[in-house]
């Protein structure tokens, strides 16, 4: 198909579908992630054309070629760098014989992916060694007899300005699809926007501008639309991934259903995408789904030629959840949140390992401690980041204003918002007179109502303290502390309401026991504050022991037990453990009742993360039960 033809097609207002992930597929029939996927077009082309079969089958109007890594850069990593032009060359014509034997009409698109390496001024292969790496790969395509280029999942402009260049110079004749990926915060990996992203491409030479891999559809829409907005004449492709991939028993998994991206379809061709398809997690079901849902869409659509304005733009993107946290909530969700102190010394495996049976009995989120108690512990940033890694659950960072000056408190949201923590529970923080280092300093510049404005009102809005632009908006959904019994309600409700003018996005509170005097206080904030217009996670300290009901009671302040749980935990005995849960879920059963009470937030003690599952599978055996 010649270039003007392909142009053409596209400007018939009509929509091309792509096809969808080549790695997701061949995994599932039992190729490692850690292989050389490539390879595979001639060690194993029946895999291949059987995952090019299925995508005909579903409705695809063009398949990629199996090639997303076969530049000499990857194929060396794999010991395969002399088969560059076999694989390649192979890759094409099984692709084309795929083609003929569906007697349908199907583009190949040559499919280029990121050469593996990082270019200068960020690494040590300089520009011209990449044009050239890509070069070579592209002529083989090419001249193996493919439709268009497509350039996808780039992360660094320069790169893709050097894989589109060297397809101008050795393929003039070829249309080109250059796309991008972005980070949760809707930013490259190197902090280009999506504006940015979509100026270079077109000042490029690229025919059409792409997003692909990123988050799901939804988050693909609004980046998709900030590109139309910034250059409104150009032809846009859209390949998203089914949702954030999240980890599960050791596999990889990718959430969101062929369903939901047929929901978004019309969407993206209303947007302005002219190229449709999926990246990592779709299925031959979701190209389908979303080909079905346009074609049973009303001819009379038509396209607006301009993009949203700036202030409609503004607007969807505020009504985005920043996090997993605030989404659940948002849903009306009964959130489960888990406490976890790091570690004292390097060793993590301990934590991991709760980490992932809280996650598998159904926790939501877990919160990590800052120095609880004023004990030396591993940073809590680095806790979030390996959990998420890791364990794949979403964390809340506890973050104290105690000892902390301007400068670190700045630097350490910075550090938390790049390992993309973005829950963060403002707390003024353990006084350092009561832990192991009872002489280090305990100053702060700003009490928790203050951090919370700093973050809300600061940098989320893409300012410091001091009015200084950060570069770009931070997405922190902040959340602050409450006492429920606490001995001066007034002076409590008074610090809440500056919390909440600050900004708090949600409520964690002291666990409590009294579920009485805890709803007598929110009665009185109620009715003082016009009502608590945010959600509440109210805490849950499962008793193990008369001595420890005990020690609470008497020793920590802010909690009040009853002296009935007190000498029923004393009449337990041995079973004081199983009664502390018992206790626990008749608490929580009665917190439900609570109209702002939107979840949990559990604090085992002395790490006992089995008892915390425990009431979290019982938690959700009791959800399912309502549901079904």
């Known amino acids: ?35 050389c996927f490539d390879s595979l077009n001639l060690s194993d082309p029946a895999m291949v054309a059987q995952v090019h079969r299925e995508y005909i089958e ?5 398949i990629q070629t199996n090639t997303f890594g076969a530049n000499r850069y990857k194929l060396a990593q794999h010991g395969l760098e002399n088969k560059l032009i076999e694989i390649n060359t192979a890759a094409v014509e099984l692709a084309r014989r795929v083609i003929l034997a569906s007697f349908k009409e199907v583009l190949i698109a040559g499919d280029i992916g990121p050469l593996g390496v990082r270019l200068a001024p960020f690494g040590r292969v300089q520009p011209e060694q990449a044009r050239q790496a890509f070069e ?19 992360t660094d402009l320069y790169e893709i300005g050097e894989a589109i260049a060297a397809a101008r110079r050795v393929a003039p004749g070829l249309p080109v699809v250059a796309s991008m990926t972005f980070t949760r915060d809707d930013r490259t990996l ?40 910034a250059v409104p004449e150009s032809r846009y492709s859209v390949m998203p991934n089914a949702g954030w991939p999240q980890q599960v028993g050791g596999r990889i998994m990718y959430p969101a259903a062929p369903e939901y991206f047929g929901d978004y379809a019309l969407a993206f061709w209303e947007a302005g995408a002219s190229l449709i398809g999926g990246c990592c997690g779709t299925t ?49 969700r009964f959130v489960i949140a888990v406490e976890m102190d790091p570690p004292r010394g390097l060793s993590t495996h301990k934590l991991l390992a709760g980490a992932s049976l809280l996650a598998e009995a159904g926790a939501d989120v877990i919160d990590v401690a800052d120095s609880p108690m004023a004990r030396m512990r591993m940073s809590p940033w680095a806790v979030c980041n390996l959990i998420q890694r890791k364990v794949g659950i979403e964390t809340v960072l506890h973050f104290p204003t105690r000892g902390r000056n301007l400068l670190r408190v700045q630097g350490d949201l910075l550090a938390a918002h790049a390992l993309d923590v973005r829950n963060v529970f403002v707390v003024m923080g353990d006084p350092t007179a009561i832990g192991d280092y009872p002489d280090a300093m305990d100053n702060y510049d700003l009490v928790p109502s203050g951090l919370i404005k700093l973050i809300k009102q600061g940098f989320n809005a893409g300012v410091d303290h001091a009015g200084a632009d950060i570069g770009q908006p931070t997405s922190f959904f902040a959340g602050c502390a409450l006492n429920l019994t606490p001995d001066d309600a007034e002076s409590e409700i008074k610090n809440l309401r500056r919390k909440l003018r600050a900004g708090a996005d949600f409520i964690l509170t002291q666990p409590i026991y009294d579920l009485a005097a805890a709803q007598a206080f929110l009665a009185r904030a109620r009715a003082e504050l016009d009502g608590i217009p945010v959600p509440i996670l109210v805490g849950i300290l499962p008793l193990s022991s008369a001595r420890h009901a005990a020690f609470l009671h008497h020793e920590v302040p802010g909690i009040n037990i009853p002296e009935e749980l007190r000498q029923r935990m ?47 599978e019982t938690i959700r055996r009791g959800d399912h039960a309502v549901d079904d």
Request: proline share 5%; net charge negative.
């Open 284 to 332: 031959p079901l979701h190209i389908q789904t979303m080909r079905r849902a346009l074609e049973q869409a009303p001819q009379v659509l038509v396209r607006p030629t301009n993009g949203f304005n700036v202030a409609e733009r503004e607007e969807e993107q505020a009504a985005q959840p920043p996090t997993q946290l605030a989404q659940k909530l948002a849903e009306g």
């Open 570 to 616: 004393e009449k337990s005995g041995e079973n004081a453990p199983r009664t502390g849960i018992e206790i626990a879920l008749e608490l929580i059963a009665q917190i439900r009742s609570i109209p702002e009470a939107r979840g949990i937030y559990i604090m085992p003690a002395f790490n006992r993360f089995d008892y915390a599952a425990e009431i979290i």
């Open 58 to 62: 579903a409705g695809s109007h063009m």
């Open 190 to 229: 190197l902090g280009d926007s999506p504006a940015r992203v979509a100026q270079f491409i077109r000042a490029a030479g690229a025919d059409v501008i792409g997003v692909n891999c990123s988050g799901g559809p939804s988050q693909i829409l609004h980046i998709l639309k900030q590109m139309r907005q």
């Open 1 to 35: 198909m010649s270039r003007s033809k392909f142009i053409e097609w596209l400007q018939t207002e009509r929509v091309l579908f792509s096809d969808g992930a080549m790695g997701t597929l061949l995994n599932q029939r039992g190729v490692g992630f850690d292989a």
């Open 136 to 154: 070579e790969q592209i002529a083989v395509l090419a001249g193996a007899g493919v439709d268009l280029l497509i350039i996808e999942t780039m």
